[in-house]
């Protein structure tokens, strides 16, 4: 056709010059028709699965299209052209087209890639791309040996996360703060979302800790969401940070496996308190006693705390099943842990299922996500007073008395036979004769909908739907003949608790590529989540024949959200997110229910800028600035705004005649309870250097609480109560993280990866009443043994929260301290409250972890150490057994004391002096690990793994107590942390 209009436009005898023009256009044109071609084609994965939604580009250029369902393609590109085919979790690929109209690719599962998206609220995120500071932790890095519960797999690995262990009981939690407490009197704990169902973080009656019905090894990741801009999404539970765990899931494509673990573990105490010995304890009381005491000493020898203690041996058993049926990925797995504890008395059986099924339905347009996890755990809760009291108890006499009464324990008698109700009981007494059982069941569940639009593959509707229910049946026996409970003729509780958490969340997502380097991420959405608790409890004497105390209780809270987030990439360089979150929660009175919460984060890919992009030092330099508010709404009451009635106790009834009447007392309340409110700034820097491959990031962070619940005093006769729960107060933290990993060697046979974060974290009240009275001391808390309603803590404005509220000892020229000298600090010629001062803080103003993981050929092996510096204890112990009186027991008994009371010589307690006391600064090493491939079996369709492990290798302090890390910071009565050894064998077939 082009050469019959050339051949009659030459012979209508056009001009040379236009002749010749048009025949230059007429070429161009013939040479460009001819250059452009028309390539079609169909990209799948390994397994031959189609890929729908893959990214289909010719490079160089901003021409490119999307596969569809089917995984085909058509797009006009120029001969000789280069296609880029790309999607999420896939390796990109790059393939030359020549003069080809027909190509078929075949994308490769990128294992990197997949590691750099993590889960964030309400989706998910390129981490490359994200402008927050999350952490994220996956099954390479967790923690290893026996780990029981999910928030021990990855202590001292994140900066700005302390992870504190509640002692050493099976199952027992971790106390978790991000970035130090925003709240003095509300919950200081972050909001857990497992598969995307947030948690209720209250009190689960009957297990020792909430997380301790989730089996660890069904955790695939764990994200921490630390500053504002990353957690507002969350609006107003966030203001404590957000932990996202993900569970293990089969990816599509993937053949039948199965996987064996089983672990073998024995733990054994690492030592004991120190107190005088069978010997000492005689010297001791030949030489300050009366003859009476004298005459009470036995000649037994007994090591009380060796009796109570034990060598425990546990087991754990895990079997996973993954795979994929067709277009269904699924994994479904059993577990059973049996745990005891070192103190005698003390289990936990955790039996656990999950199925997880992920089906792409409706041509990949629909994917649906469903996670079921039940387990049941049988607890028998050792009666922790038997610790104290081992430390307490007279070291002359024996376990046994030789008696039936009692249960044929020694115990202390009056001189009627019956027990001393104030001397120290048997230990062992107490462990045997307290039956303290439950049984919890609980189901964590959820199905989400992802539905892609045909007619608009960008948009998504989403659907969340789950629940998590739970089911707690517990007793606690104490027999009429044990000396603990003589008096009331023993003790029966029976407890039971229902409590459901219910889940509807539903939002769309719009994620457009507008050009090749500019893309928009667009979400909003409507949040239901409704609590429900229903607990009842009664405790009755062994016979069943009088109620000691009956406390039904039943409440609901609700809570209502509607949320949006706005992703904004610029040229892969700038990156913008703003969040907006409005929650109405039913906590609150109607003029103080709803709650907006915004956040606003801009991130700089400076790496990305011309003048970096070709570096051959720097892989990634990125500057994050956050700023935005979260709220805390867990303010321990679901009605504290309401008029609330407390009816009397059995004991304590009104008798009319011969009848007894139940009555009811008020109780004070606030009818202007509302939000705390958290602002927090983030300015963060990320990096990695190519040849040093060193990687890591700085963040320096400002969390200001404002509307901070405090306990103020009112005015006599206007309430009824003379302290009330109010709004009044802020509180400020503020710290620097740093994160640094270092790849110090990667060979093919040989590799080790080194991994150390560091946070300071500095806490302030700066605020605690409504008007500045400078005579104000603040609010006294910390309660400690010795002294009825004694404390040791306050939270005053200036200082840090919980710090310590004591008397300035005096010191002889020998430096031995003089009993009840004090310093007059404020020279009024008496020693009162007025001079004590405040003197440190429990919490650490820097805390660390390093960690290192190396492998050689079949060898693996790695470490995890974590250190506490400058976080100071009250040695409670030594403040009530560290004096002559204590040896003493009331009522013609004895009480065995620590040594050093032979230091202070002390005649009576002194439990407000700083001599108490403790630097609990502390590095532990947390845990170390080996392992070993035995590599491919029987005919190589099995491998196997063996491992070996210590938890809790050692810990240097100057800390003179058992241990230095004790949560809240007053070591009394705390179960002790074992050291464990774990063998263990993984198999897979």
Do not use: C
């Amino acid at each position: 056709m082009m050469i019959q209009f050339y051949s009659m436009f030459w012979q209508v005898g056009a001009a040379p010059r236009l002749k010749l023009m048009v025949l230059v256009w007429i070429l161009a044109v013939a040479s460009a028709t001819a250059q452009d071609l028309t390539v079609s084609g169909k990209v799948q994965e390994s397994n031959g699965s189609a890929l729908p939604g893959v990214s289909v580009l010719v490079k160089g250029t901003t021409r490119g299209t999307q596969t569809d369902a089917e995984g085909n393609f058509k797009i006009v590109t120029p001969a000789n052209a280069t296609l880029v085919f790309s999607f999420v979790g896939m390796t990109t690929q790059e393939v030359a087209v020549g003069n080809r109209t027909t190509v078929s690719v075949t994308l490769l599962n990128d294992n990197k890639q997949l590691a750099e998206v993590v889960v964030i609220g309400y989706g998910t995120q390129r981490k490359k791309d994200l402008t927050g500071s999350i952490a994220s932790i996956t099954t390479a890095d967790f923690n290893k040996g026996n780990i029981a519960t999910p928030d021990q797999l990855v202590a001292g690995k994140v900066a700005g996360v302390q992870i504190t262990p509640n002692g050493g009981a099976p199952g027992a939690g971790s106390t978790i703060r991000i970035r130090g407490g925003a709240s003095l009197n509300a919950s200081n704990d972050p909001l857990i979302v497992i598969d995307g169902v947030p948690l209720d973080n209250s009190e689960l009656k009957g297990a020792p800790n909430p997380l301790s019905l989730i089996n660890p090894n069904d955790i695939e990741s764990f994200n921490i969401l630390k500053d504002a801009s990353a957690t507002a999404i969350y609006g107003s539970r966030a203001s404590n940070g957000v932990i996202m765990i993900t569970t293990k899931k089969g990816k599509k494509g993937d053949v039948m496996r199965v996987n064996l673990s089983t672990q073998a573990s024995v733990g054994q105490r690492t030592g004991q308190i120190e107190v005088l010995s069978a010997d000492d304890f005689r010297a001791l009381v030949n030489q300050y006693g009366t003859g009476t005491q004298k005459s009470l000493l036995g000649s037994a020898v007994t090591d009380w705390q060796k009796e109570i203690y034990r060598t425990a041996v546990s087991t754990d058993n895990n079997l996973s099943v993954t795979g994929s049926v067709k277009n269904m990925p699924y994994r479904v797995s059993v577990g059973y842990t049996n745990q005891n504890g070192i103190l005698k008395t003390s289990n936990m059986g955790r039996t656990s299922a999950s199925v997880g099924l992920t089906p792409m339905l409706l041509d990949n347009h629909l994917k649906v996500d469903i996670n079921v996890k039940a387990s049941t755990i049988k607890n028998r809760f050792a009666n922790q007073g038997a610790i104290g009291a081992a430390v307490a108890f007279d070291p002359t006499q024996p376990i046994f008395s030789g008696k039936e009464s009692y249960g044929g324990y020694f115990e202390w008698v009056n001189a009627d036979g019956k027990p001393n109700t104030i001397a120290t009981r048997n230990p062992l007494g107490l462990l045997d004769l307290t039956d303290d059982k439950s049984t919890v069941n609980r189901s964590i569940g959820n199905m989400q909908l992802d539905y892609k639009f045909h007619f608009l593959p960008e948009l998504h509707a989403n659907l969340n739907v789950g629940y998590d229910i739970s089911k707690s049946d517990g007793n606690r026996f104490v027999p009429a003949l044990a000396a603990s409970n003589f008096s009331n003729g023993g003790e029966k509780t029976v407890y039971t608790q229902d409590r459901s958490n219910k889940l509807l969340d539903f939002y769309f997502n719009y994620v457009k590529d507008l050009t090749k380097d500019t893309r928009i991420d667009l979400t909003a959405g409507y949040s239901y989540q409704d609590f429900l608790n229903t607990t009842t409890s009664i405790t009755k004497d062994a016979a069943e024949t009088k109620i000691i105390n009956d406390s039904p209780y039943k409440t609901q809270n609700t809570l209502v959200s509607f949320f949006g987030r706005a992703n904004l990439n610029l040229q892969d360089r700038y990156l913008l997110t703003f969040t907006l979150r409005r929650d109405g929660s039913s906590r609150f009175a109607k003029d103080n229910r709803w709650g907006t919460f915004p956040s606003a984060a801009f991130a700089w890919k400076i790496n990305e800028m011309e003048f970096l992009k070709n570096s051959n030092v720097l892989s990634d330099l990125k500057l994050r600035l956050g700023y935005g508010v979260t709220g805390q709404q867990d303010v321990g009451q679901n009605f504290a705004y309401l008029a609330r009635y407390t009816p009397s106790t059995a004991t304590a009834q009104q008798q009319l005649g011969n009848t007894f009447y139940t009555t009811l007392r008020a109780e004070g309340y606030n009818a202007n309870i509302k939000w705390e409110q958290t602002v927090t700034q983030n300015v963060g820097l990320d990096f990695a250097f190519k040849k040093a491959r060193v990687s890591g990031s700085i963040d320096y962070y400002r969390k200001e609480t404002t509307d901070l619940l405090n306990v103020v005093p009112v005015a006599a006769g206007t309430n009824l109560t003379n302290e009330i729960l109010s709004n009044v107060g802020s509180i400020e933290n503020k710290g620097l993280e740093l994160l640094l990993n270092y790849n110090a060697i990667s060979k093919e046979d040989f590799t080790l990866d080194l991994g150390f974060n560091a946070t300071y974290n500095e806490n302030k009240i700066t605020k605690l009443t409504s008007a500045n009275d400078p005579n104000y001391k603040g609010v006294l808390v910390g309660g400690i043994a010795g002294g009825v309603g004694s404390t040791i803590q306050i939270h005053s404005v200036g200082y840090p929260a919980s710090s310590y509220f004591v008397a300035q000892q005096v010191y002889d020229q020998n430096g031995k301290p003089v009993e009840g000298v004090y310093v007059d600090r404020n020279q009024d010629g008496k020693i009162t409250v007025d001079d004590y001062y405040h003197y440190k803080s429990p919490a650490p103003r820097v805390f660390i972890g390093f960690n290192a993981q190396t492998s050689y050929k079949k060898w693996s092996g790695g470490f995890v150490v974590r250190g506490n510096f400058g976080n100071y204890v009250y040695n409670n112990i030594v403040s009530t057994s560290g004096v002559l009186q204590a040896f003493q027991g009331a009522n013609n008994s004895l009480a065995n004391v620590v040594p050093n009371v032979n230091v202070t010589q002390f005649a009576t307690p002194q439990y407000f002096s700083d001599y108490y006391m403790e630097n609990a600064s502390f590095l532990r090493m947390d845990n170390l690990f080996a392992g070993y491939d035995l590599g491919k079996l029987f005919g190589g369709r099995t491998s196997a793994r063996v491992s070996a492990t210590v938890q809790n290798v050692f810990v240097i302090t100057k800390y003179t107590g058992l241990d230095p890390e004790v949560s809240g910071g007053i070591d009394n009565n705390i179960y002790p942390l074992p050291r464990t050894y774990t063998l263990g064998l993984n198999i897979g077939f």
